[in-house]
């Protein structure tokens, strides 16, 4: 069993930035991929960014050139996200992909003010 513990989420205006980040009961060596997404009131949960093991990146059409998804550490994985819109509130959940398994966070409440 996989688990995902996130942090970074919180309140801040448009415009502004914020960088969550979700770390995995994984071992660094093993090979998965991780990634982000997110889920507004009333809406589906829906794709933000993923990177796999070996670094490479993708991303949702409606947050490119706002967000850097990064994985420092390979169990560690980052979401820096830039201006910052109300559309962008949601519960964003990290996600790990790993021998055909999906495994999910908590959760983290991002709210974007106008």
């Known amino acids: 069993q996989v688990q995902l513990v996130e942090s970074g989420g919180g309140l801040v205006q448009a415009g502004g930035s914020l960088t969550l980040s979700c770390v995995a009961s994984t071992a660094p060596y093993m090979i998965y991929t991780m990634g982000w997404y997110r889920q507004a009131p009333g809406k589906q949960r829906e794709l933000v960014a993923t990177?796999?093991?070996?670094?490479?990146t993708n991303y949702a059409d409606s947050v490119k050139g706002r967000v850097t998804i990064s994985r420092q550490v390979k169990n560690t994985v980052y979401l820096q996200m830039h201006s910052l819109q109300p559309e962008d509130t949601a519960v964003y959940y990290c996600?790990?992909?790993?021998?055909?398994?999906?495994?999910w966070g908590q959760g983290t409440q991002v709210t974007v003010s106008s």
């Open positions: 996600n790990l992909v790993r021998g055909g398994l999906t495994y």
């Open positions: 990177i796999t093991s070996g670094g490479t």
